[in-house]
């Protein structure tokens, strides 16, 4: 009998875009198969090979590997057209897709109501004066609200046609009803591609409808039961990795509410998102950047001034090039926030951190770790629950030194400058959780290995 594989989760700690698509498609070297298992194209993974940039949105990060299968678990919500556009972006790029990519049949679509609800939601939110979420606009919200009202439909769905019709109607006049009474759709200035579904408003079910089946025509040859090929897989001895997207400051539960996503980020979705056992989890490797991030609104207790020249928060936003892969929103900085990786351990499990972008502080002559806050006059160590405590939280740094020397590149942890190696000791003592990775640059091969995540030890 073939022995059974050893599998890795990866998740964001913070709020998202820590580099994790770089460190699995590094971590390809040993899966043979990669699952997404949450989110949807609001997710923007970066892979630098040989000085190559391509960035993926739903695909799994194993793609550019020879040989790995992808997979698209049910946790995930998908847009059939952004899938066929990365698709084919990618073979133009020489990469065959087609045969190395399997959709679970469970996943709920994302259709053009849904990220016409989106954009109207955050435009009232805006006309009313009241905190925008600073979503992507790509629907993952409205879509995951229809999945969990019971209605929404799902890629299984595209294979029935009368079924998908019938749905859709029914889906199109509730949503509808909401676009135009509630949200003043015909009063809102669309922009393509939303405007071409649009009449008075409403969102016209033939362009929805002909779109889907033309969609359906290519998107049913890589569907299947996903979660019946995963088991398989793992029986006859495959390594899998689960590629989460987004942070777990962006879960949906455990993160900043309301400014979050509306998936599960943390690891233990990985099982559900996917159709997995907990089981089958045996390690969870935490992305951690070497400060903060954040694109979109929200709570952020570290956050910099990193707008003005000279200063350290701009050193981070310039140095770190801080752009958002999806939208190309500027992502705001900060320093390192140890009470909010406490709080990202504890949700995840993580059994080590890889530690990217260590690189970017090179230069700076002094550091600040965030250790704790003071909350309504008393010292708390763990990032509280959900924004409003989050906005009162006020920083309680730790100053280390900084360093000179170059970090780009170094492939060895002994080669690193001793202050950079003492500011990673100094947040595993802190956090209580090992590094047993660091990145020092976008590329792939610039990487440095303690503890290999698929090995048993
Ligand atoms: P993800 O969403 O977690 O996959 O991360 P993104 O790809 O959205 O953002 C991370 C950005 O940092 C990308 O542009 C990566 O190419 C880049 N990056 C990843 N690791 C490193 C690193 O160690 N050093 C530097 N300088 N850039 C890195
Ligand atoms: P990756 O996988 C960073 C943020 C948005 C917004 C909030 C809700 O690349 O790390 P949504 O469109 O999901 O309803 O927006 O979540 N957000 C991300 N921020 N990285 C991401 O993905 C993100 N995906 C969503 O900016 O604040
Ligand atoms: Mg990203």
Known sequence: MASSGRNVVVVGTQWGDEGKGKLVDWLTETATGVVRFQGGHNAGHTLVINGVKTALHLIPSGIMRPGVTCYIGNGVVLSAGKLLEEISGLEKAGIQVRDRLRISEACPLILPFHVALDVAREAAKEKAGTAKIGTTGRGIGPAYEDKIARRALRVQDLKHPERFAAKLRELLSLHNHVLSTYLNSADLAWAEPIAGYLKNGEIQFDAVYDEAMAHAEEILPMVGDVSRELNAAHQAGACLLFEGAQGTLLDIDHGTYPFVTSSNCVAGNAAAGAGVGPGLLHYVLGITKAYCTRVGGGPFPTELDWLTPGTPGYHLSTVGAEMGTTTGRHRRCGWFDAALLKRSAQVNGLSGLCITKLDVLDGLTELQLCVGYMLDGERVDLLPMGADDIERC????????????????????????????????????????????????????????????????
């Open 394 to 457: 006020t920083p309680i740094y730790e100053t280390m030194p900084g360093w000179d020397e170059s970090s780009v590149g170094v492939t060895e942890f002994d080669r690193l400058p001793l202050n950079a190696q003492n500011y990673l000791r100094r947040i595993e003592a802190i956090t209580g959780v090992p590094v047993h990775m660091v990145s020092t640059s976008p590329d792939r091969d610039h990487t440095i290995l303690l503890h290999h995540p698929f090995s048993a030890a």
